[in-house]
């Protein structure tokens, strides 16, 4: 036996032993972070979540008892999020979570809220799914008042 230390799996390794269905995340994830966030720079969170809603689903539909898949598609979207050169803040990642999630038909929320911390104003997204949290702590919405209603479109699929 040796006594080197075992060599750390290749990038391409260790994309190829995810599951399917993070495969496929993984590489849309890396597209859509940062078109999501030019899209909302330049037109807004309103029109970007608008356009997002009129394209079709395209998965069978997990509904609402997926929370483990939407947390990894979570996972995979935050892994993304450290390795491309824009860094995405939490609105662009929970926007393109919640798109990924819809596509797959799996009915999720995107969450908005604030609070003020040592005189600043402060705002935070993330997005639930059957009033889960699945990208963020699970106690954000105690330190973020969330929005109850706002003038977007419906962030959640249609039926």
Do not use: Y
Not at 7 to 33: C, G, I, Q
Not at 36 to 61: D, M, N, T, Y
Not at 104 to 121: E, H, K, N, P, Y
Request: glycine residues 6%.
């Amino acid at each position: 036996m040796s006594d080197a230390p075992a060599r750390p799996r290749s990038a391409w390794r260790k994309w190829r032993d995810l599951p399917r269905r993070e495969r496929k995340s993984l590489p849309e994830s890396f597209v859509l972070l940062p078109a999501v966030a030019a899209a909302i720079h330049i037109f807004g969170l309103r029109r970007v979540c608008r356009f997002l809603s009129r394209h079709p689903v395209i998965g069978e539909g997990a509904g609402a008892s997926d929370v483990q898949g939407a947390r990894e598609a979570a996972r995979l979207v935050n892994a993304i999020a450290c390795r491309i050169p824009v860094r995405p803040n939490c609105l662009t990642r929970s926007v393109t979570l919640w798109w990924i999630l819809r596509r797959r038909a799996v009915d999720s929320a995107l969450r908005i809220g604030v609070r003020t911390a040592g005189g600043q104003f402060e705002a935070h997204a993330w997005v639930e799914l059957a009033g889960l949290v699945v990208n963020d702590d699970a106690d954000i919405a105690e330190r973020f008042a969330p929005f109850e209603g706002t003038n977007l479109p419906a962030l959640s699929p249609e039926p």
